[in-house]
């Protein structure tokens, strides 16, 4: 990869949530993301590794199913930078293990994944840093050697007392 090129031709960006043109089939927009990279994708069906249904229309999608297939898109762009936005929420359990061996395998291709989350496990296994941001603005970077004083700190400070404070029975 040049110094000069520029981000924006080897950037894949996932968003919490994707938009899809009302009449483009999943198979379509997946050749249309390659077509804007000039990527040239051959039995786009063998690379459907989310089992999504490519030729309905995409915007019929479920939420988790309209994130898979933009994931996959972004995929197939063969990128070497991804921002990925909270890309285990309204997945299932299935596609979240798939969409975290993806991200360790971008690790072992040194590609640089950025992932916004809320959700510290999926954090805690995929990420070497974590940044904290507040009224945004990053107020902590930890590595991945404090990553469990981190989630203590977040619990104590997070969860305290609040529980007791109900009663339970």
């Known amino acids: 990869m040049s110094d000069f090129t520029e981000l924006k031709d080897h950037l894949g960006l996932l968003l919490t949530e994707p938009y899809f043109f009302s009449k483009i089939t999943g198979k379509e927009y997946i050749q249309l993301l390659a077509n804007a990279r000039q990527t040239e994708i051959t039995k786009i069906e063998n690379k459907n590794i ?12 479920s939420t988790g199913m309209k994130k ?21 929420n309204g997945v299932d359990i299935q596609s979240n293990l798939i969409i975290t061996e993806i991200i360790k395998r971008f690790k072992k291709l040194e590609k640089t994944v950025i992932i916004s989350s809320h959700i510290f496990s999926t954090l805690e296994n995929t990420c070497d840093e974590i940044y904290l941001m507040k009224n945004g603005e990053i107020i902590n970077k930890v590595e991945k050697a404090d990553f469990k004083n981190l ?3 977040m619990k104590e400070f997070t969860v305290g007392n609040k529980i007791d404070k109900l009663e339970l029975k």
Request: aromatic fraction near 14%.
């Open 50 to 61: 989310f089992g999504l249904p490519l030729n309905q229309y995409a915007s019929t999608y």
């Open 151 to 153: 989630e203590k700190k």
């Open 68 to 88: 898979k297939l933009a994931l996959t898109a972004i995929l197939l762009q063969e990128n070497n930078v991804f921002i990925l936005d909270e890309p285990f």
